[in-house]
Every structure is written in C-alpha cells, then in structure tokens.
C-alpha cells in the first residue's frame, strides 16, 4: 500500500499536523495529511486530491519537495509512506476530516503522539543536511576548535568521534563545548559512549558492533540516537533499536578506508529507500554533494576530511 503525506511547512518553519478520527485505524495518533494513492494516481495527484478533501486547500505539485519515504508495517499490508514538503497553497486548512489539526515547531513535538511511522518524518525534518565527523588524528583541544568554527559556518550536528584518546578524555573535551552547542541550538553525539551522552545529555552515534548488543533505545527521544551501518540488516537493527537515524559507508573511495569496495550511489539508494529512517551517505563524499545524496533518498552528507576543510 503506498500512501502520500504532505508536510505543510509555514513562513515560521512549522509544520501541520493532523490528529486521527475516532473508529479510524491508529485514531487519536498524529500525522501529516494525506491517505492512500488510488489507482493511477501517484504521490503528487494523491495529496493534491487528498489536501483539498482533508483540509480544503489547493497546492500546485511544482512546489512538492520530496523529504522521505518511509516502509512499514503495522502487522498487515506493507506500507510505503512517501512524506512531500508542501510551502505553497491556497486557502486556510481545516480540519475537514482529522479530529484536529494544530500547527507545531519539529522540535517541540513529542514522537511518541505521532503514528509510528511518522516518528521518520520528523526525524528528517528536524536534521540538517550535513553530519561532519571529527578528524581520528586529532588532539581533544584541536578538535573542539574544529568544532567551534564549524558551528560559526552554520554546521548544526556533529559527531564527537576521537578514537586516538580515551573515551574519558574524549567526554571532557565535549563538556567544554556544551555553553557553545546550547547558544548555537546545535546537537553534538558521542561516538559509542553512551554513558557520556547520558551524563552530559548529548547524543550518542553506535558502532554497528553495539547495535547487535541493544534491545532497546538507550537514550530518551529529545537526544539523538544514530548508528553507522554498512548493509541492510544494520539498518535494519537501528530501526529496531529506535535509532533517529543511520549513516550508510563507504558510498565513495575514501583514503581512510582503502580496502572497503564502495556502494556507489545507486546501491546507496537503495539501502537508503529501503530504511524506515534518514540516512546520511558517508565516505569520499562531502558537503557538496548533499544533492547527490539526496536525489538517492538521502537525507544529506556526513564525513571527516571534506567537512573541515573550510
Ligand atoms: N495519511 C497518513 N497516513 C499515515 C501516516 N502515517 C501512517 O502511518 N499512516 C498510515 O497510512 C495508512 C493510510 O491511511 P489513511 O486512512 O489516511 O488513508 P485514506 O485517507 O486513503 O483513508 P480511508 O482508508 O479512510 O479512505 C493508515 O494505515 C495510516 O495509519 C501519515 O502521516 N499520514
């Protein structure tokens, strides 16, 4: 079953949700509007079908911005739910069929009101399209200055990887950066130590190898909980580990990994479409190929070298 969900963006960066009806599958739940492609529809002809009945306005599909798609399964019938950015209509949305509708910043909405499968779509909205890596060779004092430059250039989320020191080491120098990530808004996670991500409420990233471990998410939702995966049955298990998102690698060649046969990008999209969360290309890749990554379902580019470079 594939459905449409259109994500109504407005001038304030809020997006539209829609509470479910009573006696409706998933009722009470929030989502994004939209419902199931009929026959010879695709996505685009659905929600425009679907956002005039639901909330009685008119959108133009050229404004349509692809953001995700997700699979899933409620027990019965597949699903493939295909999340479009909306920034343009006409008319003011009412809630025509929804039990309710409300107007939310991402960041302020708690995952675990939304249908299960939306908890993709808000992940994706609220990440940003770069994902930079700290350097391995580099000092702890040499890493945060990198840090604190990238977020003056406007990097938003990083991963805090220093494989040369010890993980105590490592969680000092991330404490020193926490004034900075807190007036830049910005999220930093810690490589594999997830007692540090608890101590100093940051994020965690997992190694393949942990995700084996876990059963469940060891972070609560407002930290991020990422995974390095190489394959379908690592993504798999950072879905099932509630994980926020996923990197996928080597996508490219890359020095730092000289023995690794790369995906290339058609493998890559569809490791990353098969996923029930956003998936950053990492390896031989950098900022500049955030349009490559995202035209093969990615949500961006996350990397070592070329994100330091500037
Ligand atoms: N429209 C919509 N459906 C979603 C979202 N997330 C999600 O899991 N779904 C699921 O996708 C399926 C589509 O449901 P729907 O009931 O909206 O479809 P529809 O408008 O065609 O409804 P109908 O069956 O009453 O004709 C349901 O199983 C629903 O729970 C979402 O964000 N928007």
Not at 26 to 45: C, H, I, N, S, Y
Not at 74 to 85: K, M, S, T
Not at 159 to 186: D, N
Request: glycine share 8%; charged share 25%; aromatic share 6%.
């Amino acid at each position: 079953m594939h459905v449409a969900a259109g994500v109504l963006v407005d001038g304030a960066g809020r997006v539209l949700l829609a509470q479910r009806p009573p006696g409706k599958h998933l009722a009470g739940r929030w989502e994004f509007p939209g419902g199931k492609l009929e026959a010879g529809e695709d996505t685009a002809a659905a929600l425009v079908r679907e956002l005039d009945e639901e909330l009685g306005i008119a959108v133009d599909p050229l404004s349509f911005e692809p953001l995700i798609r997700v699979p899933w399964s409620y027990g019965e019938r597949p699903l493939c739910l295909d999340a479009v950015i909306v920034r343009a209509w006409s008319g003011v949305p009412a809630a025509l069929d929804a039990a309710a509708i409300d107007w939310r910043d991402p960041r302020d909405v708690d995952p675990s009101l939304l249908a299960p499968a939306d908890r993709a779509i808000l992940a994706a909205l609220r990440l940003p399209e770069h994902y930079p890596v700290t350097p391995s060779d580099v000092s702890v004092e040499r890493a945060a200055t990198l840090v604190r430059a990238a977020l003056a250039r406007g990097e938003r989320l990083m991963q805090w990887r220093l494989p040369s020191v010890s993980l105590a080491e490592a969680r000092k120098g991330a404490a020193g950066l926490l004034p900075e990530l807190r007036r830049f808004g910005a999220s930093l996670l810690l490589n594999r130590d997830i007692e540090g991500a608890r101590e100093l409420g940051l994020g965690v990233h997992l190694s393949a190898a942990q995700l084996r471990e876990l059963d469940a998410r060891p972070l609560p939702p407002s930290q991020w909980v990422a995974a390095s995966c190489h394959d379908a049955d690592e993504l798999a298990m950072a879905v099932r580990c509630g994980c926020d998102f996923a990197t996928v690698s080597p996508v490219m060649p890359t020095a730092s990994h000289p023995g690794a046969e790369p995906l290339g990008w058609p493998r890559f999209a569809k490791l990353a479409e098969a996923a029930a969360l956003p998936v950053f290309a990492l390896g031989g890749v950098g900022p500049h190929e955030v349009a490559e990554a995202r035209m093969h379902a990615g949500q961006g580019t996350a990397g070592i070298r070329a994100f330091w470079r500037a």
